[in-house]
T-cell receptor, first 109, second 116 residues
Framework: AQRVTQPEKLLSVFKGAPVELKCNYS??????LFWYVQYSRQRLQLLLR??SRESIKGFTADLNKGETSFHLKKPFAQEEDSAMYYC???????????FGAGTRLAVHP | DGGITQSPKYLFRKEGQNVTLSCEQN?????MYWYRQDPGQGLRLIYY???????QKGDIAEGYSVSREKKESFPLTVTSAQKNPTAFYLC???????????????FGSGTQLSVL
C-alpha cells in the first residue's frame, strides 16, 4: 500500500538553526515525491519535487530509495519559513497524490 | 485571484441535509481533485476526475458524490450518509493526463464545513 509518514506534528526551532522535516514513504515501485507548503492565510502550494533536484527558498530534499525517505532540509531557518509542510507521493501511472499528515514548522526569533 | 475558486468559504450543514461545495477553475486543466483536510491527518483524497464526464473514487468517497459536466467545474456534494462531515475541503487541479506522473497541483482556498 502507498503511504507517506511524517513523524513530527510540530518542529520548533530558532532562527538561524538548521531544519530537517522528516518524510518516509511506502511504495513498491518508483515514486515521485513532492513537498507542499501552506503559509498562514495562503493556499497550499508546491515547494519542490525530487525530480527537479532544485533548491527553493533555501530548502532541498533528496530522495533516498534505500531508506525510503525524502527529508526536507534547510541549513539556516528563517521566521518566514514558519508554515505547515506536507510530503506527498505519486506512483507511476497514477494521477493523484497521497499526502502525509503534515508537520508544522515554527521558527522563533 | 484567479486559478481555482472554491465557494462558499464557510458552510453549515443540518442533520439529514445534503450540501454542495463549488469548485471552478479557469486554468484549462483536465484533472480535478477533492481532498478533505482534518487536523493531524493531512489531506485525504475523496474523488478525482481526469476528464469531463468521468470521475473515480479516492480513498474516502463514502458519503460523497461528484459530477464533472464541464471541464471547469467539479462540485462536491456531502450527503446525509457522511456521518462526520466537519472538515476543511480543498479542491485542486492540474493538467495531468491519465497515465502520466503527477504534475504540480493548484489548490483552491478551501471550504470549511461544519455541522449544526
Amino acid at each position: 500500500a502507498q503511504r507517506v509518514t511524517q513523524p513530527e506534528k510540530l518542529l520548533s526551532v530558532f532562527k538561524g538553526a538548521p531544519v530537517e522535516l522528516k518524510c518516509n514513504y511506502s511504495y513498491s515501485g518508483s515514486p515521485e515525491l513532492f513537498w507542499y507548503v501552506q503559509y498562514s492565510r495562503q493556499r497550499l502550494q508546491l515547494l519542490l519535487r525530487h525530480i527537479s533536484r532544485e533548491s527553493i527558498k533555501g530548502f532541498t530534499a533528496d530522495l533516498n530509495k534505500g531508506e525510503t525517505s525524502f527529508h526536507l532540509k534547510k541549513p539556516f531557518a528563517q521566521e518566514e519559513d514558519s508554515a505547515m509542510y506536507y510530503c506527498a507521493l505519486s506512483g507511476r501511472g497514477y494521477n493523484k497524490l497521497i499526502f502525509g499528515a503534515g508537520t508544522r514548522l515554527a521558527v522563533h526569533p | 485571484d484567479g486559478g481555482i475558486t472554491q465557494s462558499p468559504k464557510y458552510l453549515f450543514r443540518k442533520e439529514g441535509q445534503n450540501v454542495t461545495l463549488s469548485c471552478e477553475q479557469n486554468l484549462n486543466h483536465d484533472a480535478m481533485y477533492w481532498y478533505r483536510q482534518d487536523p493531524g491527518q493531512g489531506l485525504r483524497l475523496i474523488y478525482y476526475s481526469q476528464i469531463v464526464n468521468d470521475f473515480q473514487k479516492g480513498d474516502i468517497a463514502e458519503g460523497y458524490s461528484v459530477s464533472r459536466e464541464k471541464k471547469e467545474s467539479f462540485p462536491l456534494t456531502v450527503t446525509s450518509a457522511q456521518k462526520n462531515p466537519t472538515a476543511f475541503y480543498l479542491c485542486a487541479s492540474n493538467s495531468g493526463a491519465a497515465g502520466t506522473k503527477n504534475e504540480k497541483l493548484f489548490f483552491g482556498s478551501g471550504t470549511q464545513l461544519s455541522v449544526l
